[in-house]
């Protein structure tokens, strides 16, 4: 319990630390051969791969709807660059952004109940878009946490330590007195730089003995 020791508030990344993507391939397939594309499963995986990349870098661009939408249309256009489909971006990208559904990581949601429930204060940071506290409210996490702080929100994004600063000033917690858990580099650069303490996914492992 050492980590957890002088603890008042904990932050979590969001995707692959307290929610996963759902196989996206099969919809993405079906999607492309239905406008008469046929790739194979590793070449739409390849391509995904890249569409991912791209987008970690520039969530922050997702602030309202207007600019959602063009920042859908410009990642499905990298996705359909890199698969060498000769589609349009924007009529592609509702099939696109569709077929990525998400689920909580198993474990994630029960570990945060238990640290609510011992008096932890509990936010998110995340790069992602606008959609983030809506994703969170239909998987049933949103009610968990006071805040959602996204990278298109904060207009910067981890490692950023500016993204993790203003989720300690809502929560109203010093930053020593913090933890956030997360999956890559760029979570724990942030938070370091931040102040905070660090922990590595899965939540369940990290905040083990919480309860």
């Known amino acids: 319990m050492g980590r957890l020791n002088g603890l008042d508030a904990v932050t979590v990344d969001a995707n692959g630390t307290l929610?996963?993507?759902?196989?996206?391939?099969?919809?993405?397939?079906?999607?492309?051969?239905?406008?008469?594309?046929?790739r194979?499963?590793?070449?739409?995986?390849?391509?995904?791969?890249?569409?991912?990349?791209?987008?970690?870098?520039?969530?922050?661009?997702?602030?309202?709807?207007?600019?959602?939408?063009?920042?859908?249309?410009?990642?499905?256009g990298v996705f359909?660059?890199?698969l060498g489909a000769d589609l349009d971006p924007a009529e592609f990208a509702p099939a696109y952004v569709a077929a990525l559904e998400f689920e909580l990581?198993?474990?994630?949601?029960?570990?945060?109940?238990?640290?609510?429930?011992?008096?932890?204060?509990?936010?998110?940071?995340?790069?992602?878009?606008?959609?983030?506290?809506?994703?969170l409210r239909r998987l049933g996490a949103g009610r968990l946490f006071e805040t959602i702080v996204?990278?298109?929100?904060?207009?910067?994004?981890?490692?950023?330590?500016?993204?993790?600063?203003?989720?300690?000033?809502r929560l109203q917690v010093e930053a020593a007195r913090a933890l956030h858990v997360g999956d890559d580099t760029r979570d724990e650069e942030g938070a370091r730089r931040a102040g905070m303490r660090f922990a590595y996914a899965p939540i369940e492992t990290a905040l083990a003995g919480i309860a």
Not at 19 to 38: C, I, M, T
Not at 47 to 68: H, I, N
Not at 109 to 129: F, H, I, K, P
């Open 19 to 38: 929610v996963r993507l759902v196989d996206p391939l099969p919809k993405l397939e079906q999607a492309l051969r239905e406008r008469g594309v046929e």
């Open 40 to 76: 194979t499963p590793a070449d739409i995986a390849g391509a995904f791969a890249v569409e991912a990349g791209y987008y970690q870098d520039r969530s922050l661009r997702g602030r309202d709807e207007a600019s959602l939408a063009r920042l859908h249309a410009d990642c499905v």
């Open 80 to 82: 359909l660059r890199e």
């Open 105 to 135: 990581v198993p474990g994630a949601g029960e570990t945060l109940e238990l640290a609510r429930a011992a008096g932890l204060r509990l936010a998110v940071v995340s790069n992602w878009d606008l959609r983030l506290p809506e994703i």
């Open 150 to 169: 996204t990278s298109s929100e904060a207009g910067t994004a981890k490692p950023d330590p500016r993204i993790f600063k203003l989720a300690l000033a």
